[in-house]
C-alpha cells in the first residue's frame, strides 16, 4: 500500500459530466459563441483552457477563455449539481485506505469554488485530508493556476511526500501524465471518461473500487 492516494475527482470519484456539459452550453449561450460541434468536440476532465482550445481551434486567446472561465464559473459553481452521482463503492474504498493508515487527498482541474462547493454537498470533505484545486492560488503572482503536474508537486512538496510512496487515481491522460511528471504511479479506472487508448498510459487499471 502507498502512503498517499490522490484521487482525481471528474470521471473518477463521481460522474459530473451532464451538469459540466449543461454549464457549459449555458456559457457558451451567454457569451453569444457558437460551437455547432459541441457534443463531438466536448470531453469532460481538461482544464477548462484546454477545453476552450479545442472547441475554438486558432481564435482561443487568453480573453476569450478569462470569458468562457467566468460565465463557466457563475453557471456551474452554485448550481448545486442536481445531476452529479458519485460512483458506488469509490469513497468506501477511499474510506478504507484512510482507515489502513494512508494519507488521501483529491487533486483535480476543477475550479476550486466548485470543487468545494461538491465536496461539501458529497461529504468528501470529511473524507479528504485536503483538496487540491488548478486555481486554488491562482490570486498568488507567485504560484497562479497550476497545471495538474505542477498541482501534484505542490502537494507532495507541502505535505513532504516522496512520489515513489504515493499514487495517483484517475480516469484521463491527463491524470497520468502528470503522475509520471513527478515519478508517481498511476492507477487508471474504468468508470470514468478515459478512452482505451489514455488508459494505457497508466502503469494499473482498475475496474473495481475495490482493485485501487
Known amino acids: 500500500m502507498k502512503k498517499a492516494y490522490f484521487f482525481d ?16 452550453k449555458a456559457a457558451l449561450k451567454d457569451l453569444g459563441l457558437e460551437c455547432p460541434d459541441f457534443d463531438s468536440k466536448f470531453a469532460t ?21 478569462a470569458g468562457i472561465r467566468q460565465a463557466f464559473g457563475f453557471r456551474y459553481d452554485t448550481d448545486g449539481f442536481p445531476s452529479t452521482k458519485e460512483y458506488p ?17 483529491i487533486a483535480t482541474n476543477k475550479r476550486y469554488a ?5 465536496c461539501e454537498k458529497f461529504g468528501w470533505n470529511l473524507v479528504f485530508e485536503k483538496l487540491y484545486s488548478s486555481d486554488m492560488h491562482k ?21 513532504a511526500l516522496a512520489a ?3 499514487a495517483m487515481v484517475g480516469d484521463t491522460a491527463n491524470d497520468f501524465d502528470a503522475a509520471r511528471e513527478n515519478g508517481m504511479e498511476s492507477v487508471a479506472v474504468t468508470w ?16 473495481s473500487p475495490a482493485e485501487i
Open 45 to 65: 476532465g481538461p482544464s477548462i483552457d484546454d477545453v476552450a482550445r479545442t472547441l475554438f481551434p486558432g481564435r482561443c486567446d487568453e480573453k476569450l477563455i
Open 192 to 207: 470514468g471518461y478515459g478512452t482505451p487508448g489514455e488508459l494505457a498510459g497508466a502503469d494499473r487499471i482498475v475496474r
Open 89 to 105: 463503492g469509490v469513497l468506501d474504498r477511499v474510506r478504507e485506505l484512510k482507515a489502513s493508515g494512508a494519507r488521501v487527498f
Open 114 to 118: 466548485g470543487a468545494s462547493a461538491m
Open 164 to 166: 515513489a510512496d504515493c
Open 9 to 24: 475527482l471528474d470521471g473518477t470519484l463521481a460522474d459530473t459530466d451532464a451538469d459540466i456539459r449543461g454549464a457549459w
Open 139 to 159: 490570486d498568488d503572482p507567485a504560484i497562479g493556476k497550476l497545471r495538474k503536474g505542477a498541482l501534484l508537486a505542490l502537494a507532495l512538496c507541502e505535505n
